[in-house]
């Protein structure tokens, strides 16, 4: 795929997020596209947020679960970015969102930078200021979630917004991340359950695969980045007047409200 086409791409799917009205899946119209390609497609929208004046805070890894794999039929983790305007706090507004869906997350703060090559699961531990709850609402710009791996990453790993609770962060070496238990709420009712192994086995395996993922492409998770590790429970759909929270153990609660 030449830079004419990544450039045309990167900007149907740039609009497609300010007017909130979904494309075509890029694979289906450019089968040749492939991973490279889509990050190209992702970089290039990245830098039209930040054109805009948004702010770059973290990165993302997505699909990690095999709930979510089933779901999107996609088998192996998309990795995105974060700015400082997808973060909202307590309540989301869904106007100008296509398809969202919510998922419960760990977050990780870091203290110090990650660059694959070669980054391990201890070198994830020792990069950790701490972690937090998580929800992050997903929303893809392809219509009707039909995607394949290429899509999602071009279209920044399907990332809407997110929520954390950082009265609720802790040292994760207290902690047995395979092991903590979520359970997720819906409208005050029990909706999902699941645990820290949902996410390739250990959310600190998902940050190493994330360092050593955009490693490849020069690029590093920092100091003071926020990452997101993976859903640990099937997304579930969204609409104004839904209330969601979540509980893991060891770690703490956050909620979210719909507008």
Not at 5 to 16: C, G, H, R, W
Not at 231 to 245: A, H, I
């Amino acid at each position: 795929m030449n830079t004419q086409q990544i450039e045309q791409l990167s900007n149907e799917l740039y609009t497609a997020l300010r007017q909130g009205v979904a494309v075509p899946p890029l694979t289906d119209r450019h089968p040749e596209l492939d991973i490279d390609a889509a990050y190209a497609i992702s970089l290039a929208m990245l830098e039209k947020r930040l054109a805009d004046g948004e702010r770059l805070i973290g990165k993302k890894i997505g699909v990690t679960s095999e709930a979510v794999q089933n779901m999107l039929n996609v088998r192996q983790p998309d990795f995105g970015f974060l700015t400082e305007a997808m973060q909202c706090e307590g309540s989301l507004s869904l106007a100008g969102m296509i398809a969202p869906r919510a998922e419960g997350e760990i977050a990780f703060c870091l203290r110090s930078d990650l660059k694959g090559p070669g980054v391990t699961e201890a070198d994830v531990l020792a990069a950790t200021e701490y972690v937090m709850p998580c929800f992050e609402i997903v929303d893809s710009r392809i219509a009707d979630w039909k995607i394949k791996i290429q899509d999602t990453v071009a279209d920044n790993a399907s990332c809407g917004s997110f929520v954390v609770n950082e009265e609720d962060k802790v040292d994760p070496r207290n902690l047995d991340l395979p092991s903590c238990k979520m359970k997720v709420f819906k409208n005050g009712a029990l909706l999902s359950e699941g645990s820290g192994a949902a996410a390739l086995g250990n959310p600190l395996t998902c940050v190493a695969w994330l360092a050593n993922t955009l490693g490849k492409y020069d690029i590093s998770l920092s100091a003071g980045d926020i990452i997101l590790s993976g859903s640990l429970v099937p997304l579930e759909d969204v609409r104004p007047g839904d209330t969601m929270s979540l509980e893991i153990s060891g770690i703490g609660t956050v909620a979210i409200n719909f507008e």
